[in-house]
Each structure stands twice: as C-alpha cells, then as structure tokens.
C-alpha cells in the first residue's frame, strides 16, 4: 500500500465506484429494455480494470474482451459518451453502432472490446 500511495489508492477506489454505479445503470437500462442486443456487465471485476490500467502510459494502446465499459470509464472516457453507445445514440463513442460489445476511443488508444 505505501508504494501505491494514499491519493492514488483514493484515485483507484473512486474509479471503480464509478465504475460500479455506472455497470449497475447499464444493467437497470438492460433491464427495463432501453439498452437492446447483449449487455455484458463488468461487476465484480472493477478492480482488474483500474489496477492494470493505471499502470499504461499514454502511449500504451490496449484491447479487451466483450465486457469493456468499465475500461473506457477508467482511461477516461465519459460516461455520457458510453452510456450514449449503450443505447445506441448517434453521440456513443462509435456513433452508436458498437453498443455495449464494442467501446473504442482513438483518443486513448484503447482499441476496443472484441
């Protein structure tokens, strides 16, 4: 715990509370059926996107599974941005053709979920 530090320990437990009450939307949305297709949500493993993601560097790119909302949250994507994928909006961060199987961002070289 000393060498991660205790403001980047707080950085770390705020993201996946984020990430946490974000996936818990995605799966209310799914539920009421305003979120079609697959949902695949991230709970219980919010700790493996922040851990490994605070450890790239701006110029690292990287790619994950299917269950990705978590990682776009962490390496600092908007929520409304995915959250607008999730349901298929023109202003998702793949226009909303991706939904919840495919979050991508040139911006953070983060290459997406396949």
């Known amino acids: 715990m000393k060498s991660i530090g205790k403001e980047n320990a707080l950085k770390m437990l705020r993201q996946m509370l984020v990430c946490r009450r974000f996936e818990e939307a995605c799966l209310k949305g799914y539920q009421q059926k305003h979120i079609t297709g697959f949902c695949h949500t991230y709970i219980g493993q919010e700790a493996v996107a922040v851990g490994t993601l605070n450890h790239l560097n701006e110029e690292d790119s990287f790619v994950t599974s299917y269950r990705c909302h978590a990682q776009g949250l962490v390496i600092g994507m908007s929520a ?3 959250m607008a994928e999730m349901y298929g909006k023109v202003t998702g961060c ?4 991706g939904g919840s199987m495919h979050v991508f961002s040139k911006e953070y070289n983060y290459l997406g979920g396949h």
């Open 80 to 82: 409304r941005e995915i």
């Open 94 to 97: 793949v226009r909303g053709k």
